[in-house]
C-alpha cells in the first residue's frame, strides 16, 4: 500500500481559539461561570439585610453584626489563598466544582442558624468558598481569543450585576414577610444550579492542560469546543509549552513572592485591589446606612426595616456601570478606565457623606455606585492578563484575597458611630489611592493571554516598529496615564515577536518539528 503524506498543521492555542468562532460553547461557558461569579454578588448584598435584620432578631451588638460581616471577608480570604494553589494544582473545573459546592452549603445552613455563634461559622464556610470566585472568572478568560476577551469579561460582570438587584428586589418582596432566612436560602439557589451544571458541562482550562503538559487533552477541548458551535476544525496540533524544570512544578505563593517582575506588578495591583475592596463594599453598607430606618421613630430598638425601593434603584447602577465600562475598557485601554472610574467614585462618595436630601442622595449614590462597579470591572478584566497561565490563579487569588482585607475593614468603619461626613470622606481618599496605584500597571489592552510577562522583553522593539508607522506615541516606562493602549499594529507586532521566541524554544521538543509550520504525518 502507498504512503501518503498528511500535512498537519501546528498551531499555538491563541491561533487555535481564533479558528474557533464565538458561539454556544462560550456563551454556555460564560452562564456556567457567571452564575458561580454571581456568588459573590449574592452573599455580599445579602450582608448588609442579614446583619441588620439578625441583630434585630437576636439583640446583638453593634460589634457583632459588623462581625457577621467581616467573618465572611476572613472565609474569602483564607478561601482566596487556598483555591489560588488548589487551581494550579488540581484544575480549574475541580477546583470550580468543590467551591460552587461549598457555596452553597454554607448559604443554606446559614438560613438554619440556630444562633449567632452557628451563623458565624456558617457564614464563615459561604466565605471559604467564594474565596474560589476568581477561578471561573480565569477560566472563561484562559477559553476567549483576544477579539473577545475584553467583551466577555465584560459580561460576567454583569452577572455579578444581576446577583446585586437580585438580593435588593427579593428583600423588597420579601423580607418582610418571609425574614432573613428565607432571603439567605433563596441567594444559594442560583449557584446550586451552577454547581450541578458545571459537573455534566463545565471543560477544563486547555491553557492549564498545556503548561502540564496534556497536549493530546487540550486538543480534545478545543475540538469539542468547535463542535459545539457546529465546526469541524482541519486536523492539527497544538504546540506543547516548553518550560524549565522550576517552572513545572506547582506555582506557589512564594514563587510569585521570588519573581522580580511579577511582583514588580503585584504590588500596585495589590493596592488597587485593596482599595477596591474597600470602598466598594463600603459604598453598598453606606447606601444601606443612608437607607436604613431604624431611627425613624425615634427609637432605640434596632428594626429588620429599610427604604427597600431607593435600595434597589441604587443596585440598578450597576447595569450602567457595566456598560460604561464595556463601552471604555478597550477604548480607552484598562489604566485610564481604572483610573477615571475610581475618580468618579471617590467624588460621588464624597458628596454622599454631605447630602441629607433624599433626591441628592440618590443621585450622588446612583453615581457612586456606577464608578465603584466600573472600575472594580476594570480591575477584574486587567489582572488575569497581567500573569501567565502557570501563576493566573494564585496571582489572582492574592489580588481576591487583598481587597477582601480591605472589605473586612469597610464594616467597622460603616456600622460605628462615625458621622456621615467622616465616612464619605474616608471613601473618597480610598478611591484616589486606587485610581493613583492604578496608573503603575501595565496596559494590556490588545495582548493576548501570557503575553503580559514577555511584554517587557519585547516593548522596546514593539514601539519602534509602531513609531515608524505612526501609530503609537511615545510610551511611558510602564504604561500608565501617559501610555496610549496597544494599538492592534503594536499587538500584532507583541504576538509576532513572541512566536518567534516560541518556536526557537520548541523548534526541537515539539512533535520533531518546528513550532507553527505545517508537518507531514505519514500513514
Known amino acids: 500500500m502507498e504512503n501518503t503524506n498528511t500535512y498537519v498543521r501546528t498551531l499555538t492555542l491563541d491561533e487555535a481559539l481564533h479558528e474557533n468562532p464565538v458561539g454556544w460553547f462560550q456563551y454556555r461557558l460564560l452562564l456556567m461561570c457567571g452564575l458561580a461569579f454571581m456568588a459573590d454578588a449574592l452573599e455580599v448584598s445579602l450582608l448588609s439585610f442579614l ?15 459588623a462581625s457577621i460581616t467581616s467573618v465572611v471577608f476572613i472565609g474569602i ?15 480549574r473545573k475541580l477546583s470550580y466544582f468543590a467551591a460552587c459546592g461549598l457555596i452553597t452549603a454554607g448559604g443554606f445552613l446559614s438560613g438554619a ?9 456558617f457564614r464563615s ?44 428586589g427579593l428583600a423588597w418582596a420579601t423580607l418582610s414577610q418571609q425574614g432573613w432566612r428565607f432571603l439567605a436560602y433563596m441567594t444559594a439557589i442560583p449557584v446550586l444550579f451552577a454547581s450541578v451544571a458545571s459537573y455534566f458541562y463545565l471543560p477544563e482550562s486547555p491553557r492549564w492542560l498545556l503548561i502540564k503538559g496534556r497536549v493530546a487533552e487540550a486538543e480534545e477541548i ?22 524549565d524544570e522550576l517552572s513545572i512544578k506547582d506555582a506557589t505563593y512564594m514563587d510569585l513572592f ?34 436604613s430606618t431604624d431611627d425613624d421613630d425615634g427609637s432605640d430598638d434596632k428594626k429588620c426595616s429599610f427604604d427597600y425601593e431607593s435600595i434597589f434603584i441604587n443596585s440598578t447602577a450597576e447595569v450602567v456601570g457595566c456598560t460604561v465600562c464595556a463601552l471604555c475598557i478597550d477604548r480607552f485601554g484598562r489604566v485610564k478606565s481604572q483610573t477615571l472610574f475610581y475618580l468618579l467614585a471617590g467624588f460621588s462618595v464624597f458628596l454622599m457623606g454631605f447630602e441629607t436630601g433624599v433626591t441628592a442622595v440618590m443621585v450622588v449614590g446612583f453615581m457612586g455606585r456606577i464608578g465603584a ?57 480610598m478611591n484616589v489611592i486606587g485610581a493613583v496605584a492604578a496608573n503603575f500597571l501595565p496596559d494590556t489592552t490588545n495582548m493576548e493571554m501570557d503575553q503580559a510577562d514577555v511584554r517587557q522583553a519585547t516593548r522596546l522593539s514593539a514601539e519602534g516598529h509602531a513609531k515608524q508607522d505612526g501609530t503609537q506615541a511615545q510610551r511611558s516606562k510602564d504604561g500608565g496615564w501617559f501610555a496610549e493602549p496597544v494599538s492592534n499594529e503594536s499587538a500584532e507586532v507583541l504576538n509576532a515577536l513572541r512566536l518567534e521566541s516560541f518556536k526557537d524554544k520548541t523548534a526541537e521538543k515539539t512533535y520533531g518539528s518546528g513550532g507553527g509550520s505545517d508537518e507531514p504525518l505519514t500513514h
Not at 439578625?54 to 453593634?62: C, F, K, M, Q
Not at 477579539?147 to 446585586?164: A, D, M, N, P
Request: with cysteine; hydrophobic share 50%; glycine share 10%.
Open 113 to 121: 442558624s440556630p444562633s449567632y455563634g452557628w451563623l458565624i461559622f
Open 51 to 65: 446583619a441588620t435584620c439578625a441583630g434585630a432578631d437576636w439583640g446583638l451588638s453593634t460589634a457583632e453584626e
Open 77 to 91: 480570604v483564607c478561601g482566596t489563598m487556598f483555591w489560588g494553589m488548589f487551581a494550579d494544582k488540581y484544575g
Open 258 to 291: 521570588r519573581d522580580k517582575e511579577a511582583m514588580r506588578t503585584s504590588i500596585p495591583l495589590w493596592i488597587v485591589w485593596t482599595m477596591f475592596g474597600f470602598t466598594y463594599y463600603g459604598i453598598i453598607l453606606f447606601v444601606g446606612r443612608l437607607y
Open 222 to 243: 478545543v475540538r469539542a469546543a468547535a463542535l459545539v458551535n457546529g465546526v469541524t476544525m482541519e486536523p492539527y496540533r497544538l504546540a506543547g509549552v516548553t518550560v
Open 125 to 168: 464556610v459561604a466565605g471559604f468558598g467564594i474565596g474560589g470566585a476568581s477561578v471561573p472568572f480565569d477560566l472563561l478568560a484562559e477559553f476567549l481569543p483576544t477579539s473577545h476577551r475584553g467583551q466577555f469579561l465584560i459580561y460576567i460582570e454583569y452577572f455579578w450585576t444581576i446577583g446585586s438587584m437580585f438580593v435588593a
Open 373 to 429: 462597579l466600573a472600575a472594580s470591572s476594570a480591575t477584574w478584566v486587567t489582572t488575569p492578563e497581567l500573569y501567565s497561565t502557570e501563576m493566573r490563579t494564585v496571582g489572582h487569588s492574592t489580588c481576591v484575597a487583598m481587597s477582601k482585607l480591605g472589605a473586612f475593614c469597610a464594616p467597622y468603619l460603616i456600622i460605628s458611630n462615625a458621622s456621615d461626613v467622616t465616612v464619605g470622606i474616608v471613601l473618597c481618599v
